[in-house]
């Protein structure tokens, strides 16, 4: 019996030792070294799209609703509390549509909401009157200032298609585009800039290709949406298309493309749609965009299906980074939510809100300070469900109330809060800083600790975005070099709680460390 205790008073020491020492670890200050000199990429905005659902929302939902739902995505406005009425996107994302709605359930997708409608009619005429649900939401995000609206197309008009669908029956890979109709297509996408410029509503950037890679086939009444493949041949030509149509009429957007499904396909892949990067912007390649006039030095892909498991991430995002530099090209991440089911983390158990939020915030980290993403965009703002669990594809969560979604309810889900954490803080110009630390992690074991990434607005500006990815308090140093005049500092934090929505401190003097939330999206101001 002596022994045993003996064995167990040493068993018990052991224990609490090993407990200490995890608690120490916890609870040692990180310290993040950040030079104003160590410059990486300029970001452009954070934005997002408002399919499908804008359609219905927008033009039947009672105004009071759409209003606050405008509001919670654009505005920058803080109420007398310092807290914020929105999050301040500075990109908005505009679907032109295919003309599936017009053609009812004969159009073969079989969820009406995700048939949209043309603003060309079959006999060549144009009716402005046309989605005019989604084109409320894009002139409320002028009116609150977004500073970038994205006009993008998922199918050419179904007039001009090869089988008259807005997706693919047979399983080529090649566009549905007849290929008499690419001038067509891009006098299409044209006219519509055009007519919006002369209403005020002026798209930057115009997308006319989207995830090209997947096949987008499927039999009449089981498609899921509008959809084509295109090859990078394919591309080329309708990118060449939409440049002389640009020029013609002395339209000023810039071509954005080629909007890829994963981002791998942009460096790697043996399809006729992969190697993005070398193919559209390599010297000696037959598809090089190079010397197009409205194709800036941007590669556009979606972050889809590449969120399964740290290592993966992390290194598919370098791979990006690194090609991506090779080239001289910025990297946008254009789309994104949580389709694969790499946000579970390896449990099957469902997620809740605040799961889902730190997952979103770990994503827009790794392509920002991995990928060096230059802009980031989130797929769906909106989409039924629950706005408690697997809050997977959206920030707000819809409850229709008639099959028809004429009206409805919303909720506002954690993954607002946290996305606004970037979106209202690191504004279009910002530069990232490189940052160091002092705890030896490197990027894989980073994402299940505490995710950094620090944005310069000037010598004396500073904004840091800080995910504490673990269930413990932690304790920052922000270590700064070669900043003039940081002077006082604001927090905004959100975690699970119910009134944690980008918290604010009041303005305190900038003196040290601060304490990080366990569980927690936190966004530090500096000047």
Same mark, same amino acid.
Request: hydrophobic share 35%.
């Given at each position: ?9 040493? &068993? ?33 905005n954070f934005g997002a799209s408002g399919c499908w659902f804008s359609e219905g929302v927008g033009k039947y939902w009672p105004?009071?609703? +759409? ?25 908005? +994302? ?17 969820? $009406? ?38 006009? $993008? ?6 007039? $001009? ?5 807005? $997706? ?155 090609? @991506? ?97 970037? &979106? ?29 990434? @620090? ?59 601060? +304490? ?12």
């Amino acid at each position: 019996m002596k022994n045993f205790n003996l064995y167990l008073s040493l &068993s018990m020491l052991l224990l609490f030792s090993l407990g200490s020492k995890g608690q120490s670890r916890s609870d040692k200050t990180l310290v993040i070294s950040i030079d104003a000199n160590n410059k990486a990429q300029t970001i452009h905005n954070f934005g997002a799209s408002g399919c499908w659902f804008s359609e219905g929302v927008g033009k039947y939902w009672p105004l009071e609703k +759409r209003e606050r739902m405008a509001e919670l995505l654009f505005s920058k406005a803080q109420a007398a509390d310092g807290s914020f009425k929105g999050i301040g996107l500075s990109a908005w +994302r505009f679907n032109i549509g295919g003309g599936t709605a017009e053609q009812g359930d004969s159009s073969g997708i079989k969820d $009406f909401r995700k048939r949209v409608e043309s603003f060309l009619a079959p006999d060549g005429a144009y009716d402005w009157n046309k989605q005019s649900g989604y084109i409320w939401f894009v002139k409320k995000a002028q009116d609150y200032g977004v500073e970038n609206l994205i006009a $993008f197309s998922n199918t050419p008009p179904v007039q $001009f298609t090869k089988n008259g669908l807005g $997706f693919k029956t047979e399983k080529d890979y090649t566009t549905n585009l007849k290929p008499d109709k690419y001038d067509d297509y891009a006098d299409f996408l044209t006219e519509v800039l055009k007519h919006f410029d002369q209403q005020g509503l002026h798209f930057k950037y115009i997308s006319p290709v989207n995830e090209p890679q997947w096949d987008w086939s499927n039999k009449p009444g089981e498609a899921s949406q509008e959809g084509s493949p295109w090859s990078n041949a394919d591309i080329h030509q309708v990118v060449g298309a939409l440049d002389a149509s640009l020029q013609k009429k002395q339209l000023s957007a810039q071509i954005l493309t080629p909007e890829a499904g994963m981002l791998t396909y942009l460096y790697s892949g043996t399809s006729a749609a992969s190697n993005q990067i070398q193919e559209f912007f390599g010297e000696q390649s037959k598809y090089s965009l190079q010397n197009v006039k409205h194709v800036p030095r941007i590669i556009a892909g979606h972050s889809y299906f590449t969120d399964n498991g740290d290592s993966s991430m992390v290194a598919v995002r370098k791979h990006l980074a690194d090609t @991506a530099a090779k080239y001289g090209l910025e990297y946008w991440q254009s789309e994104y939510s949580m389709l694969g089911d790499g946000f579970r983390e390896g449990t099957k158990a469902k997620r809740t809100q605040m799961d889902c939020a730190l997952f979103l915030a770990k994503v827009i980290n790794q392509d920002l300070t991995v990928g060096n993403a230059a802009a980031w965009q989130l797929w769906n703002v909106w989409e039924p469900g629950s706005a408690e669990w697997d809050t997977r594809y959206y920030l707000l969560a819809l409850d229709p109330a008639n099959p028809e979604y004429t009206d409805g309810e919303f909720s506002i889900t954690k993954n607002l809060w946290a996305m606004g954490n970037y &979106s209202l803080f690191v504004r279009p110009g910002m530069t990232r800083l490189t940052t160091s630390r002092n705890d030896g992690r490197d990027a894989v074991e980073v994402a299940q600790d505490v995710m950094v990434s @620090a944005f310069s607005g000037g010598a004396d500006k500073l904004v840091m975005v800080l995910v504490n990815y673990t269930d413990q308090p932690r304790t920052i140093l922000p270590e700064l070099k070669n900043f003039k005049g940081i002077k006082s500092h604001r927090t905004y934090v959100t975690t699970a709680d119910v009134k944690d929505n980008l918290k604010p401190s009041a303005a305190q003097k900038f003196s040290g460390t601060f +304490r990080l939330a366990p569980r927690s999206v936190t966004t530090i101001t500096m000047n």
